[in-house]
Each structure stands twice: as C-alpha cells, then as structure tokens.
Nanobody, 127 residues
C-alpha cells in the first residue's frame, strides 16, 4: 500500500512563495510518475504539474507555467512543488498523486491516470 503525505501549505500574501512536499511510503516511488493537482472551493480538481519517474520530463498547467516548479528526490521518496509569485487564484487544496504506470514513458496530466492520492494541504493566498 502506498501512502502519500503532503506538507508545506499555509497562508501567504500575493507575490509570496511556498514549497510543498509530498513524502511517499514504499520502495517503488522512484519508478512512477508523480503529479500535483489542486481543488478550489466549488470547482473541480485540476492538474497543476507532473514529473516523469526519472525526473527528466515535466509538464505544467498554463496557469502556473513560469511560476511553479515540480521536482523529485527519489533517494528521499519525495516530490516537491515550489510555488513562486503566488496569486489569490492559486488558493486551493493541493494534492499529490502517484501515476498508475510503472516506468511510464512520460508524465501524466489527467486525474484518472493516477491511483494513489494524498490527503491534501491547504494553500491560501491573500490579496
């Protein structure tokens, strides 16, 4: 069983930065792509960023491109989301997730391509 635990959320002013972490249990972390999604109140969950299992390829939603950076440390079983220049519209619960595909050839941007999810961490950006 895989467990994902996010941390690093909080309250920040517009223009500020936060770094989210997602620690994964299990020995197979390094062989699966990982992703970050977010869900704002009254809205559907949306893709934020993803990274291939080897870390060589990444993808971002247009709304965060140039401001957010996803990375992973396979030795620590952890994936990160560095968020800079935060905006009030970034306010949401942020979830990390593990993709379904062992050593997949790419990253994945759809929620149905992920089978394990963390409990989420709240990010609130004040104006």
């Amino acid at each position: 069983q895989v467990q994902l635990v996010e941390s690093g959320g909080g309250l920040v002013q517009a223009g500020g930065s936060l770094r989210l972490s997602c620690a994964a249990s299990g020995r197979t972390f390094s062989t699966y792509a990982m992703g970050w999604f977010r869900q704002a109140p009254g809205k559907e969950r949306e893709f934020v960023a993803a990274i291939r299992w080897s870390g060589g390829s990444t993808s971002y939603a247009d709304s965060v491109k140039g401001r957010f950076t996803i990375s992973r440390d396979n030795a620590k079983n952890t994936v990160y989301l560095q968020m800079n220049s935060l905006k009030p519209e970034d306010t949401a619960v942020y979830y990390c997730a593990r993709a379904q595909y062992y050593r997949g050839s790419t990253y994945y941007t759809r929620a149905d391509e992920y089978d394990y999810w963390g409990q989420g961490t709240q990010v609130t950006v004040s104006s």
